[in-house]
């Protein structure tokens, strides 16, 4: 028997290769790349994953795990050849457990699930990126997730306390626990966000926090994208710490408004604050925060003044990317992270590079952080303005490099950005990455192509 006779022998009816069925994995958010896989297994137990990774291993086989291809920067798009390891029928959460404020949870769950079980006992799960009703946590995982309240609470390594992983040879291995206190090397931190180059995660150990007892959701409207920006900076400088900051633009608040109908003023920068905490703490925080923003030149400022117009606020800037298909046929998002202090020189750069490059950029950003998500927009049947718009989006990584700052915040850097990784790290730093990966993955076949330039070595 062949690879592919023993894989469909190992998933009886559960592996896809006609064209058609094919289709759909092809490409995942980043819908600029396709490849075409060899064959998609549909594994529905961790022992069927670790039988297919040990098949591919056998056979030479790459392979990528896929979750529901939320992925911005190509990281689950298919290996030529390969086979796609789609996870989502792994959709189980384990166990729940409210006193140790823990989840256990398969690859497949959606992230906004894990916050809906848990909701009766008065928990949640604090990441929320904005696919956070349609991205599952293997994916979560692999890309090291944020969301709008990341400033307060962090990325998905900060909530993850535990992992069951397949190793790319095969091997089974559990790095971390249940508790927050650790022993020895923090190896399940730093499987967070290697973007499936080391492995599959097969169960996943989640943090869960008691929900927020108070919030206090506040609009604020500015004449620029600058003055939003200072905004912000004026906010942390007076001992706040909220548990979210965005800002959005022009653009992508008219993106918005015509795609949800948010009630969002149309001016050049808007700022949404949130903080959140006991009923005393944000009552009081609330006045130090109206008085910043008002010294801050906001326009108008506008408080949600129940939980509908807190949930119509973050509706409008969480639906902020998809709507942003209703300005042009086609956008590329970045994610590059810039220092808080330096947040208006980049908004300004970003705005000159646009108009020296002639296409139109929507941005959208957790401020608070300094993590950018300028949205290029382009016509992908014009000739050359893929390209172009592709330049520009190199032009603004760079910037982040230069001003201090990094080439990925949370969308990870897949396919997309692989090529800027010497502009940040040295060929030293590049080639010890590649002996990590060389060490766990002798044969390059957990997500060939992805991360490591080609300059760093034969696995890349």
Not at 123 to 141: E, F
Not at 200 to 220: K, N, Q, S, W
């Given at each position: 028997m062949g690879?592919?006779?023993?894989?469909?022998a190992l998933l009886p009816g559960r592996v896809l290769t006609r064209e058609a069925e094919l289709a759909p994995y092809e490409s995942d958010a980043l819908t600029a790349y396709r490849k075409r896989p060899l064959a998609v297994a549909l594994p529905e137990r961790k022992e069927e994953v670790i039988g297919v990774v040990r098949l591919c291993h056998q056979y030479g086989v790459p392979f990528v795990a896929r979750g529901s291809g939320t992925s911005l920067s190509g990281g689950s798009l298919p290996v030529e050849g390969g086979v796609v390891i789609a996870l989502n029928r792994m959709n189980r959460i384990l166990r729940l457990d409210p006193k140790a404020r823990i989840a256990v949870v398969e690859p497949g769950v959606v992230n906004l699930k894990v916050s809906q079980e848990a909701g009766p006992f008065g928990?949640?799960?604090?990441?929320?990126?904005?696919?956070?009703?349609?991205?599952?946590?293997?994916?979560?995982?692999a890309f090291n997730s944020g969301g709008a309240h990341c400033l307060k609470y962090g990325m998905t390594a900060n909530h993850v306390l535990g992992l069951e992983v397949v190793t790319p040879t095969g091997e089974v291995v559990r790095l971390g626990g249940e508790s927050l206190e650790g022993v020895g090397p923090d190896l399940h931190g730093f499987f967070v966000g290697t973007e499936g180059l080391l492995g599959?995660?097969?169960?996943?150990?989640?943090?869960?926090?008691?929900?927020?007892?108070?919030?206090?959701?506040?609009?604020?409207a500015y004449p620029s994208l600058e003055a939003a920006g200072e905004a912000v900076s004026r906010v942390i400088r007076a001992g706040l710490l909220p548990g979210a900051m965005e800002i959005m633009d022009r653009l992508s608040i008219e993106a918005a408004e015509k795609a949800v109908k948010a009630g969002y003023p149309l001016?050049?920068?808007l700022l949404i604050v949130e903080l959140e905490g006991p009923k005393e703490e944000v009552a009081e925080e609330a006045l130090v925060l109206e008085r910043v923003l008002r010294e801050s030149g906001a326009l108008e400022l506008r408080v949600a003044r129940d939980e509908a117009e807190r949930q119509a606020i973050w509706k409008g800037r969480k639906a902020a990317f998809s709507a942003v298909g209703r300005l042009s046929p086609d956008y590329l998002v970045q994610d590059g992270v810039v220092p808080r202090s330096r947040l208006g020189e980049a908004l300004r750069e970003i705005q000159r590079l646009s108009r020296e490059y002639g296409l139109r950029v929507a941005n959208v950003f957790h401020a608070g952080d300094?993590?950018?998500?300028?949205?290029?927009?382009?016509?992908?049947?014009?000739?050359?303005?893929?390209?172009?718009?592709?330049?520009?989006?190199g032009e603004i990584l760079r910037l982040c490099v230069r001003l201090g700052g990094s080439l990925t915040g949370e969308h990870g850097i897949g396919v997309e950005k692989k090529g800027y990784m010497p502009e940040m790290f040295s060929p030293e730093d590049l080639l010890a990455m590649e002996e990590v990966k060389r060490a766990l993955d002798p044969k390059g076949l957990a997500n060939r192509g992805k991360v490591l330039p080609e300059v760093a070595g034969a696995h890349a």
């Open positions: 690879f592919l006779e023993e894989l469909k928990l949640y799960y604090a990441p929320d990126p904005s696919s956070q009703p349609v991205s599952t946590i293997g994916g979560n995982v599959v995660a097969v169960e996943i150990t989640l943090r869960l926090l008691p929900r927020p007892e108070a919030y206090h959701t506040v609009l604020a001016v050049e920068g300094g993590n950018l998500h300028p949205l290029v927009l382009y016509d992908g049947k014009k000739p050359g303005e893929l390209e172009r718009a592709e330049a520009l989006a």
